[in-house]
């Protein structure tokens, strides 16, 4: 049987599909394979994905259901359809989230000497010392609000700690309102570390809820508090810039991110023991039904665990340390522009550093003979060696060109940071082409050699930020090709100047022609397959959705097509449908490292050709991006990205999740065969381990 897309809903949903990816998350935290801490991280990564879930998805969903309530979505339901089984299906994952940090992840670490210290259990010197603690660091910068008509219900802000108090008696000017509201300011710890010789053990902690529910009825004197409720208040985060009314796009942002704290509500996180008044008192205040309240039993904000790992010195409760290692035409050659002259240099990262890509940068700005730099910037943090190197070339007077993308989600305010910096040290400053996000990773610098100038390029699949790539995996080429580095400079030119956009001699670039090389090289397998050669397809990214192109992969599997795709977090695809997508397989790996780099393989009648990305498959980046994909020309790099990205991720027995036709994932167990992990096996080979 032969299916067609209108037989039937081949579209799996894309908010289910992340909350299935974030149960692969959590299950690393449930794995005791997993060092301790290291699980503990994880557990804060699920809440962490789970706050930018609610604030971007949830929150546009909410909105659909506001403006399109009959619209359907590409899976075939409507929007409050979609919302309440996405609902149900939040709930269960915080449930289990909460019982696994209840039941298992502090006994554990209980048992290894990390103890949070609840209220129940405090001696008289640890009461002492929490006391202090409040008088001194607490008190002093709390403002308790008693609700009454001169005092209306503060704002609340976006993921902050907050408290309801119940309180029962009369204040000095006889007012009784029966409820305050305290907020917890966000210079405050969200836990303390107890002194050693007060808490007995050798890392105690306690929780800043705690503190203020052992002390809240002195900030309300000669009254008592008959309760006191943890909640947090999670906001629609999304920016949007009104396209008519915009003639600057850097002061029209900067005025939309001081109101970003203060979107819609989309859910309330709330103390599972708060009474039922209190809690519709606050859902009616906040404009919520009950399915967007969350009741958990422990702190309302998980993500601020993620620093315990830092102040527990334990080596032996994290993962082993590592050194990144550096390519050996590197170590040979101090020079990196003779470097990449002698030929094509690939950097696979978090296995090798990404120094050399910063040592390029600094390198170039200080070389008399560099004339030229630009760059792209979307993530690089708030404090970045890049930067900086950027700013020394500008304040020597190279001709710096940085193209700062504005609407990089939760960077923005970094970014309009640095584009001012650079701005007042000399560089051009642009933002791209407004409508498009500037995703493509690119640096190209211009050197005076030999009396002609000659140009160097880096492209990656991930950010120029020196933290994440210690544990994003990404690639990144440095390259002198003429044609790639001609292709590059193109690209800059559309983003800071104007006019149509030329055939590139080697990269592929959205929104022109990636998602049409795409089919493109889809349909040469499918013509190939129909002839009963060999066809494969292999591809590797973070996200599958793009209809255009999962319709033209059901297409390659009906033809024949063999199709391995590596997709670590949604994928819209159904797999393994007989007469559909039977020669179709979908895996997911989730481990120590956060899987980021995007690899297209197509066999192409043995040519094999591999393309390195910065985009996924979605929509967004095929057609509202400017992305770049750039192919691997060297045999031998080619022989190192499928020895690298391909065939360990393929064979993974450790890490591996297999997707189901439903949208589920099983994972992948080695039945007592030989255990293979992709990434153990690349630490092995790359990184330089170091032993505690």
């Known amino acids: 049987m032969t299916y067609k897309p209108a037989d039937n809903q081949l579209m799996l949903n894309r908010e289910l599909g992340l909350l299935e990816f974030n149960r692969r998350v959590l299950a690393q935290a449930e794995d005791v394979n997993n060092p301790l801490l290291e699980r503990l991280k994880f557990l804060c990564i699920v809440s962490s994905n789970l706050d930018e879930f609610f604030e971007v998805r949830m929150a546009w969903l909410k909105e659909s259901i506001r403006q399109f309530p009959t619209r359907l979505l590409p899976e075939g339901m409507t929007p409050q359809q979609a919302f309440d089984l996405i609902a149900k299906e939040a709930h269960d994952l915080v449930e289990r989230q909460y019982r696994l940090l209840r039941d298992t992840m502090f006994p554990a670490m209980a048992a290894e000497g990390v103890h949070f210290l609840r209220r129940s259990v405090w001696n008289e010197a640890q009461r002492a010392w929490v006391k202090d603690f409040f008088f001194r660091e607490l008190m002093p910068v709390l403002t308790p609000i008693g609700l009454d008509p001169s005092h209306p219900f503060p704002r609340v802000l976006n993921k902050s700690l907050n408290f309801i108090v119940e309180l029962e008696g009369r204040d000095a000017f006889g007012r009784n309102s029966g409820i305050a509201i305290v907020q917890a300011p966000r210079i405050l710890p969200r836990f303390v570390k107890m002194p050693q010789e007060i808490s007995g053990v050798d890392h105690g902690f306690v929780f800043l809820s705690s503190i203020l529910h052992a002390h809240v009825d002195e900030l309300f004197a000669g009254m008592n508090a008959l309760g006191c409720y943890q909640f947090r208040l999670t906001r629609d985060s999304d920016l949007s810039v009104d396209d008519e009314d915009v003639k600057d796009l850097r002061a029209a942002l900067e005025g939309e991110l001081s109101q970003r704290p203060y979107g819609d509500a989309v859910r309330l996180e709330l103390a599972d023991n708060c009474p039922t008044h209190l809690q519709e008192f606050l859902r009616e205040e906040f404009g919520l039904s009950?399915?967007?309240?969350?009741?958990?039993?422990?702190?309302?904000?998980?993500?601020?665990?993620?620093?315990?790992?830092?102040?527990?010195?334990?080596?032996?409760?994290?993962?082993?340390?590592?050194?990144?290692?550096?390519?050996?035409?590197?170590?040979?050659?101090?020079?990196?522009?003779?470097?990449?002259?002698?030929?094509?240099?690939?950097?696979?990262?978090?296995?090798?550093?990404?120094?050399?890509?910063?040592?390029?940068?600094?390198?170039?700005?200080?070389?008399?003979?560099?004339?030229?730099?630009?760059?792209?910037?979307?993530?690089?943090?708030?404090?970045?060696?890049?930067m900086d190197a950027l700013l020394e070339a500008a304040r020597r007077g190279k001709e710096v060109t940085v193209v700062v993308e504005l609407m990089a989600r939760f960077?923005?305010?970094?970014?309009?940071?640095?584009?001012?910096?650079?701005?007042?040290?000399?560089?051009?400053?642009?933002?791209?082409?407004?409508?498009?996000?500037?995703?493509?990773?690119?640096?190209l610098l211009?050197?005076?050699?030999?009396?002609?100038?000659?140009?160097?390029?880096?492209?990656?699949?991930?950010?120029?930020?020196?933290?994440?790539?210690?544990?994003?995996?990404?690639?990144?080429?440095?390259?002198?090709?003429?044609?790639?580095?001609?292709?590059?400079?193109?690209?800059?030119?559309?983003?800071?100047?104007?006019?149509?956009?030329?055939?590139?001699?080697?990269?592929?670039?959205?929104?022109?022609?990636?998602?049409?090389?795409?089919?493109?090289?889809?349909?040469?397998?499918?013509?190939?397959?129909?002839?009963?050669?060999?066809?494969?397809?292999?591809?590797?990214?973070?996200?599958?959705?793009?209809?255009?192109?999962?319709?033209?992969?059901?297409?390659?599997?009906?033809?024949?097509?063999?199709?391995?795709?590596?997709?670590?977090?949604?994928?819209?695809?159904?797999?393994?449908?007989?007469?559909?997508?039977?020669?179709?397989?979908?895996?997911?790996?989730?481990?120590?490292?956060?899987?980021?780099?995007?690899?297209?393989?197509?066999?192409?009648?043995?040519?094999?050709?591999?393309?390195?990305?910065?985009?996924?498959?979605?929509?967004?980046?095929?057609?509202?991006?400017?992305?770049?994909?750039?192919?691997?020309?060297?045999?031998?790099?080619?022989?190192?990205?499928?020895?690298?990205?391909?065939?360990?991720?393929?064979?993974?027995?450790?890490?591996?999740?297999?997707?189901?036709?439903?949208?589920?994932?099983?994972?992948?167990?080695?039945?007592?065969?030989?255990?293979?992990?992709?990434?153990?096996?690349?630490?092995?080979?790359?990184?330089?381990?170091?032993?505690?």
């Open 290 to 386: 009950n399915i967007d309240v969350y009741r958990v039993n422990g702190p309302v904000n998980l993500v601020r665990l993620m620093d315990v790992p830092g102040q527990v010195d334990r080596p032996d409760l994290k993962f082993e340390p590592f050194m990144p290692g550096v390519p050996l035409e590197l170590r040979k050659q101090s020079d990196l522009f003779a470097a990449i002259r002698h030929g094509d240099i690939l950097l696979h990262h978090p296995y090798q550093s990404f120094t050399p890509v910063v040592d390029l940068l600094q390198q170039a700005a200080r070389d008399p003979n560099v004339v030229a730099i630009k760059m792209t910037v979307y993530r690089t943090g708030s404090d970045s060696v890049l």
């Open 411 to 443: 960077d923005e305010e970094a970014n309009i940071n640095w584009a001012a910096k650079l701005e007042r040290a000399g560089a051009h400053v642009v933002y791209g082409v407004y409508g498009y996000k500037t995703h493509a990773k690119m640096l």
């Open 446 to 692: 211009v050197r005076r050699e030999e009396g002609k100038l000659r140009r160097y390029v880096h492209v990656g699949t991930g950010n120029y930020h020196p933290r994440t790539t210690n544990f994003y995996t990404d690639f990144g080429l440095l390259t002198a090709n003429e044609e790639i580095t001609s292709d590059v400079n193109d690209v800059f030119m559309q983003l800071t100047g104007l006019g149509l956009a030329g055939d590139h001699h080697q990269l592929w670039q959205a929104p022109f022609t990636l998602q049409q090389n795409i089919t493109k090289a889809i349909d040469r397998e499918i013509a190939i397959a129909r002839t009963g050669r060999k066809a494969v397809i292999i591809a590797k990214m973070n996200a599958l959705l793009e209809p255009t192109v999962i319709e033209k992969l059901y297409e390659a599997s009906q033809a024949g097509v063999t199709v391995h795709l590596i997709v670590r977090g949604v994928c819209a695809l159904r797999p393994g449908i007989p007469g559909l997508s039977e020669n179709i397989r979908v895996r997911s790996i989730i481990g120590r490292f956060l899987e980021h780099h995007r690899v297209f393989y197509f066999h192409a009648d043995g040519e094999e050709n591999i393309y390195l990305s910065s985009a996924d498959w979605m929509g967004r980046n095929l057609f509202r991006r400017i992305e770049i994909a750039f192919p691997i020309l060297s045999t031998k790099l080619k022989r190192r990205v499928m020895r690298e990205s391909i065939r360990p991720y393929l064979v993974d027995n450790v890490q591996a999740w297999e997707m189901q036709s439903d949208g589920r994932y099983r994972r992948k167990s080695a039945r007592g065969g030989k255990l293979r992990s992709a990434q153990a096996s690349l630490l092995a080979e790359l990184a330089a381990k170091q032993r505690s």
